[in-house]
């Protein structure tokens, strides 16, 4: 394997044998130059087992550790590479097995922890230990090893996934090197401390201090290692009993900051019914000796899968059965996604980032399916399809990657983690699924487990365990590299003839692009097609392997059809054009397609006219239609096209009228849903309630609403002051909602009232609300109020990433964006490290034009000294607001039209 390098200066470190402690390292001899991995380490020294021991308290600024880890030395040498990241480094020995310690010189190259190690002499080649004493700084943003304060307690948690460990250890930081982890942690009496396995030897020491030394693991990779230290709720629940795959209970508790244990009862109550389909689907115990699940007050992103340990942003847990159903389903999905990575992923590693795929998109599958089987009235069918269009958005560009990207920097290593890798690497799952059939699907993946139980798979062995498990006969591999290896959705459009031997159908192949872009279409799949065919009033599927650019394929003993369903299922992961026949689909839209059909329907209209193949009426006129399909996707697919098309092309001139149809379309769906009679569930009446409820009030400006909405935020939250709070006031689902038309309306004083709520509020679902509504502010001294509140410092890292999320909504857009090219660097100052990387994205959901692009990319270029950001970020943000533009020319003028139109036939003679 070659390593990426570049020539740098190095400042070495000398470090002495036995430094007395404290001392600052010792004085660094001349600067020399160093080339330098720019990627994956090489490979002369190869780590086989660790041993932490790490003093964590969470009440102080730094932390201190004893690593000793166990290393193969393949060739003779006098220095090695391997990671660490902002460590004060006061001891490095390496000591070949039966031999005397050597003396390393520590020191840390660059930004992205790569340290090289100079030894004193040159060593032989064989096994040798290398030990590093070592203290740091608790990482101030959300990743490695961190501090979070929750009044007057500390707690330290961990973030290591992708390459963050080495914040916490020196190591070898890549997911190739699985080995087993000997940890032990010293902290106060007071305190809990969590890692990975079960404590087997607590020991008290002098000044109310303990040792706690944990379970040798299994072997992992450095970023599954993690740890949760401080003043900690530890709930003991009562164990997931042994069954067929696994002979003995499992041990479950749950685990979050102090006084909030007792809000963790719903999630571990719904934990054991997910692990067991899991470990029926996997025919395999889960791999590891106890399950923690803890709740943290700030984390950068939903969950981290780490094994035994797993850790979740605290809103995902600390709730009960009346907390919104949106929030009761989210958790479902993110509990199994996490929990299927105990197999996928922990089990089963990927050997280097460009695999990550393997991992996430599993987990992004398999939570889909384990989550209906745990709460089937939560309909989770379409979820995978539903994720999928996100996807289909990122690989609508130019810009976007293949799903098994190479991997070499850590640029790429970051941008790994995407919609293309969860949401398209699920949805090709899906379609693959599908193609080989539900039981050798699951056969293969089987079998994948057995083949590599706790170790490393590449994408080459997922695909040989498949092909096993299809047989022989079953095209596997080239249709399933021909989605991996490319970027891009296909496009595909089908026709048909009636022929004397029965129906031939033409399918052609396409790259779909939207107009405006400059990528090539000609670009082919080997792509697993079922079509659905109703003749004579009988409906039959063909599943079809397209393989050339056009093909044809005869359908024998088949009548003329009525009509032609171009994705059957909905589980292929492509767009479709249906020129001639898609009145007639139009027909059997209501009652005959299945969810998943009527989704990836609603989906082809508005590609097609994203991609100017279809003219703004094809989903116009069907509009009030689609709002009555009776599953929730279809129509939630149809509210986000519409408020696209109020926001980016939609004049001002016309809006009264969009808002006039949007409310004839939808708002009958409402009433039927308020009336009880309009959704399939419970839960889905009230998450239709929920969506629609806020396009009537914040998009179509439906005064009784907004007005209803407004009186109970301000009840639910105690305003005006000295008012009594009345959380009984506001369903719980419409709180986000009810509060930003709250803000909408109450201008300064209650934005100023909300910040303080706010600010006292310890409930994380309350507080994400109030910050949603707040960035949803209107008036210029609001908006203010609310910056002042976010660069202040007084929002967690994942809130402040909420409301840079929402920096481009259409109410504040317009100031926001003008604040930003002036006062860029303020905000990348106090900005989290993800919030800076994705922020070109964020910015480019509300920009709409050539110009708007060239000032995004100049934006970004003249702070790229001191806040570089990614710049496949920036290229995919520029390149979605120049599609953008091109939309608006392509088809503004025809939805203006169309609704001038209306509101002129509404008017009448």
């Not at 002499?121 to 096994?127: L, Y």
């Not at 959705?489 to 159908?505: D, F, H, K, N, T």
């Not at 149809?661 to 409402?670: E, T, Y």
């Not at 001294?781 to 999320?805: H, I, M, P």
Request: proline share 6%; aromatic share 10%.
């Amino acid at each position: 394997m070659s390593v990426l390098i570049r020539l740098v200066p190095l400042v070495a470190v000398a470090l002495a044998a036995c430094a007395p402690d404290p001392v600052a390292p010792i004085s660094a001899p001349p600067e020399a130059p160093l080339e330098w991995p720019q990627a994956r380490l090489p490979a002369d020294v190869v780590p086989t087992a660790y041993r932490l021991d790490l003093t964590i308290v969470p009440d102080r600024l730094d932390f201190s550790g004893v690593t000793e880890i166990d290393v193969s030395v393949a060739v003779p040498l006098g220095g090695f590479w391997f990671h660490g990241k902002d460590l004060q480094v006061r001891e490095l020995t390496l000591t070949p097995a039966g031999g005397e310690p050597v003396t390393g010189t520590y020191s840390e190259v660059g930004d992205d922890g790569v340290a090289w190690v100079a030894l004193a002499h040159e060593i032989a080649a064989g096994p040798a230990t290398i030990r590093v004493v070592y203290d740091a700084q608790f990482d101030k943003g959300l990743f490695g090893l961190y501090r979070v304060d929750v009044g007057d307690d500390a707690y330290a948690f961990t973030q290591f996934e992708s390459t963050f460990a080495r914040k916490a250890f020196p190591g070898f930081d890549e997911p190739a090197y699985k080995t087993p982890f000997s940890t032990s942690v010293t902290t106060r009496a007071a305190y809990r401390a969590l890692s990975n396995t079960r404590v087997v030897d607590a020991e008290s020491l002098p000044g109310d201090m303990q040792r706690l030394r944990y379970a040798t693991t299994e072997p992992l990779p450095t970023y599954l290692i993690a740890f949760a230290v401080g003043p900690l709720d530890v709930v003991e629940h009562a164990s997931i009993p042994a069954n067929e795959y696994r002979d003995a209970p499992l041990p479950l508790r749950g685990v979050a900051s102090r006084g909030q244990g007792p809000r963790l009862d719903f999630a571990l109550a719904n934990t054991a019914a997910i692990v067991a389909d899991l470990e029926a689907y996997f025919g395999r115990a889960y791999p590891f000796d106890k399950l923690d699940i803890v709740a943290v007050p700030d984390f950068a992103g939903g969950a981290m899968e780490n094994a035994g340990l797993i850790t979740y942003r605290e809103s995902l847990l600390l709730f009960d059965d009346t907390s919104p159903v949106g929030l009761q389903r989210f958790f479902g999905l993110i509990h199994a996604h996490e929990l299927g990575h105990q197999w996928f992923g922990n089990l089963v590693t990927m050997p280097w980032w460009d695999d990550i795929w393997l991992n996430e998109a599993f987990a992004s599958w398999i939570q889909a399916r384990s989550a209906q089987n745990w709460r089937p009235d939560f309909r989770f069918q379409q979820s995978v399809q539903s994720q999928a269009l996100r996807a289909m958005s990122a690989d609508s560009l130019v810009s976007a990657r293949q799903i098994r990207e190479p991997v070499e920097n850590y640029d790429d290593i970051t941008s790994a983690f995407d919609a293309i890798t969860y949401q398209k690497g699920a949805a090709v799952l899906q379609m693959f699924e599908r193609y080989l059939g539900p039981e050798s699907f699951q056969a293969g993946i089987q079998a994948h487990m057995r083949r590599f139980e706790f170790g490393s798979a590449t994408v080459y062995d997922l695909l040989d365990s498949l092909e096993s498990a299809a047989g022989s006969g079953m095209a596997v591999r080239e249709p399933f590299e021909s989605f991996l290896f490319q970027p891009g959705l296909p496009y595909v459009e089908i026709s048909s003839r009636c022929a004397a031997q029965g129906v031939e159908l033409e399918l052609a192949q396409t790259r779909y692009l939207p107009v405006g872009s400059a990528g090539k279409r000609d670009v082919t799949w080997q792509l697993p097609v079922c079509v659905g065919v109703s003749a004579d009033g009988d409906r039959s599927e063909h599943c079809l392997l397209l393989q050339e650019p056009t093909q044809t394929f005869t359908l024998a003993d088949v009548a003329c059809p009525e009509w032609l369903l171009p994705n059957a299922g909905g589980a292929g992961y492509y767009r479709w054009l249906l020129r001639e026949d898609m009145g007639s689909l139009a027909q059997v839209f209501p009652d005959t397609m299945d969810g998943g059909e009527r989704l990836s329907y609603v989906d082809s209209i508005i590609a097609g006219i994203y991609a100017g193949e279809l003219a703004p009426a094809a989903l116009l006129d069907q509009l009030a239609t689609i709002a009555g399909a009776p599953e929730r996707y279809p129509v939630t697919a149809a509210v986000t096209a519409y408020q696209r098309m109020l926001d980016m092309l939609v004049d001002a001139q016309q809006r009264d009228a969009a808002n006039r149809f949007g409310l004839a379309a939808f708002g009958p769906r409402l009433q039927a849903v308020l009336a009880g009679s309009g959704a399939l569930s419970a839960a889905d009446a009230t998450l239709l309630k929920a969506t629609l409820t806020e396009l009537m009030a914040l998009w179509l400006a439906d005064t009784d609403t907004r007005e209803q909405l407004v009186d109970a935020a301000r009840r639910f939250v105690g305003y005006p002051k000295g008012t009594s709070a009345d959380s009984s006031a506001l369903d719980s689902d419409l709180l986000t909602t009810a509060l930003t038309a709250a803000v909408q309306a109450g201008g300064p004083e209650f934005a100023t009232f909300l910040v303080d709520y706010l600010r006292n509020s310890p409930d994380a679902r309350i507080r994400q609300a109030a910050i949603t509504a707040l960035a949803h502010a209107g008036d210029p001294e609001s908006l203010e109020l609310v910056r002042a509140l976010a660069l202040g410092g007084d929002l967690r890292g994942n809130e402040f990433q909420t409301w840079a999320g929402y920096l481009m909504n259409p109410g504040a857009r317009q100031q926001n964006w003008a604040w930003l090219q002036r006062d860029l660097p303020e905000f990348m100052a106090a900005a989290t490290r993800r919030v800076r990387r994705e922020l070109p994205l964020y910015l480019s959901r509300g920009l709409c034009s050539g110009e708007d692009a060239d000032t995004l990319r100049a934006l970004f270029h003249g702070i790229a000294a001191d806040y570089p950001v990614s710049p496949r970020r920036l290229e995919q943000g520029v390149e979605a607001v120049q599609l953008c533009a091109a939309l608006r020319q392509d088809q503004a003028g025809a939805v203006n039209e169309y609704f001038r139109r209306t509101a002129v036939a509404r008017a009448g003679p």
